[in-house]
């Protein structure tokens, strides 16, 4: 198959699968961009750690990425392991408002001479509420493992396997192995 037939059957292809442009949902929120990890300290030793999914996301999803997010955390934090003292799943709700649309049409006569202008409303305002998962918990660095405790090293470098990109202060804590 030549480069070019291969490039014309990925460009054709795209449209097929939904989004042309791989989505990366493991990321820090801001502002402009609200999905994401987010977290606090609450103490010394524990942290609030969430993750708020996008639309398509499953409330799995955004437990995974906020445990994810926990283990990075411990392991910057130079401890090999981590509990969850309290987990809360909720659904949240977005509303976006897209305004209507107007043309304007302007009549002439057979010289080009505006006769009159008037403004139509082409769309109609209105709202999409969408809405998405959200998991916070409440996690313990600890020193040593304890029999349920997590292994953040462990959980990083299968994040690591499945091809998400992590913070690079966790990917210099886990050294070259990782």
């Known amino acids: 198959m030549s480069r070019a037939l291969a490039l014309m059957f990925c460009i054709a292809w795209i449209p097929l699968t939904g989004c042309a442009v791989p ?69 949240g709700q977005r509303n976006i408002y897209y305004p209507p649309t107007y043309d304007t049409i302007t009549t002439t006569d057979a010289y080009g001479n505006i006769i009159s202008t008037t403004t139509v409303e082409t769309s109609p305002g209105y709202t999409i509420t969408t809405d998405y998962p959200m998991t916070t918990i409440l996690i313990r660095l600890l020193d040593s493992p304890r029999a349920n405790s997590l292994n953040a090293a462990a959980l990083s470098a299968g994040a690591i396997k499945s091809g998400i990109p992590l913070d690079p202060k966790t990917l210099a804590r886990l050294g070259p192995a990782s």
Do not use: M
Not at 54 to 66: E, G, M, V
Not at 70 to 80: D, H, R, S, T, Y
Not at 84 to 90: E, F, N, S, V
């Open 23 to 91: 989505h990366q949902p493991y990321r820090a929120s801001s502002e402009n961009k609200p999905w994401g990890y987010a977290q606090a300290p609450v103490r010394p030793d524990c942290y609030e750690v969430g993750y708020v999914g996008h639309k398509n996301f499953t409330p799995n999803d955004t437990h995974y990425y906020a445990t994810l997010r926990a283990a990075e955390l411990v392991l910057q934090a130079g401890k090999p392991a981590f509990e969850i003292l309290l987990t809360r799943d909720t659904l």
